[in-house]
């Protein structure tokens, strides 16, 4: 059965930045666990396996590194993606409803994807291919991964000082984590298909 504690361990600092990093700005980010390798670096820090300081601060950077990356990526692969007016995947028109939908909601859009899974590893791209603004998606890249990668980290450390044998109850409350960060998309699944009827 796959062990997220034992991952933690074995790939330490520089594996938790990369995986990050990877999610925030890579489409193989996709399947990556970022909220709960927040929780559960956190619960290992209360532990002593890493100084939590310096484990947000990482949590923090390869976040905000891995958007900025995704940004990029976007900004440069956008125009060439849309290229034809009707091609079987991708339109013009999504690429101006991208950049209409960040101009409107770009800083908020931001923070939020940060604990949306999936969402999380899109928006920084789809916000390069919209040319939302860099310096307004800069500001809320920093806003949405301060609270991020402190607020989950922070919350897995304060639970693993506080409750005694946490360690028993680890798998569990990884559960409920991916079930609340998942929350949101079943929402709008469940909200489309109403909306389809």
């Keep these: 059965m796959f062990d997220l504690t034992v991952l933690i361990k074995s790939i330490g600092y520089l594996g938790i930045f990369a995986i990050i990093f990877s999610e925030s700005g890579l ?3 996709l399947f990556f666990p970022g909220d709960s390798l927040l929780f559960t670096a956190g619960f290992l820090a209360a532990q002593g396996f890493f100084n939590i300081y310096f484990l947000v601060g990482i949590c923090i950077l390869g976040a905000i590194l891995g958007d900025n990356f995704g940004y990029r ?16 995947f991708f339109h013009k028109g999504h690429l101006e409803r991208a950049r209409l939908f960040y101009e409107k909601y770009g800083g908020k859009t931001i923070i939020l994807a940060r604990f949306v899974p999936f969402v999380r590893t899109f928006a920084p791209i789809l916000a390069g291919v919209g040319r939302m603004n860099y310096a307004t998606f800069f500001i809320y890249n920093i806003i949405g991964s301060i609270i991020w990668g402190l607020g989950i980290t922070l919350v897995g450390y304060f639970l693993g000082g506080l409750v005694e044998n946490i360690d028993t109850y680890l ?20 909200k489309y298909k109403k909306s389809k009827l």
Aim: net charge neutral; hydrophobic share 60%; aromatic share 8%.
């Design 27 to 29: 489409l193989i980010g």
């Design 73 to 88: 990526f976007g900004y440069k692969i956008g125009p060439k993606i849309f290229v034809k007016d009707d091609s079987l």
């Design 171 to 190: 798998l569990p409350l990884v559960g409920v984590i991916v079930l609340i960060s998942m929350a949101p998309i079943i929402i709008e699944i469940i």
